[in-house]
């Protein structure tokens, strides 16, 4: 397979997950994690409980479709951690997110600014 049909691959795969699924990928963007860091990541952001019969079915998923990778921490704990094409499936969903929004220079000026703050 050429490296653009494995480009196109990733983000038909990407681009039907759910937003759940999306946001566990952009977490887990940030380092590996077990689950329950996940779950509380998840919580803050939503600001309600996650239960774990949702949380861990769409990991279960996401590893799948090789976009996360699960390793054993101890044996009662699990790791979680992106893997290249779980990266490739964020960076396609933020820039397709950016296409529509960044439409003139002002709205690339706020993205720019934005990212500026996380440096």
């Keep these: 397979m050429s490296e653009a049909q494995t480009i196109n691959d990733i983000a038909s795969i990407a681009r039907d997950l ?10 887990l963007s940030e ?14 952001y939503y600001g309600t409980e996650v239960n774990h019969g ?16 699960k390793s054993e921490l101890d044996k009662r704990t699990n790791q979680y951690e992106l893997t290249e094409r779980g990266h490739a499936a964020v960076i396609d969903r933020l820039d397709w997110m950016l296409s ?20």
């Design 18 to 27: 759910t937003a759940f699924q999306q946001n566990i990928l952009v977490i």
């Design 31 to 44: 380092e590996p994690m077990y689950g329950l860091a996940i779950k509380r990541n998840l919580e803050a």
């Design 54 to 69: 949702r949380l861990y079915p769409n990991l279960d998923d996401l590893v799948d479709l090789d976009l996360v990778e």
């Design 100 to 119: 529509k929004f960044v439409t003139d220079e002002e709205r690339a000026d706020e993205v720019r600014d934005l990212v500026d703050a996380r440096l």
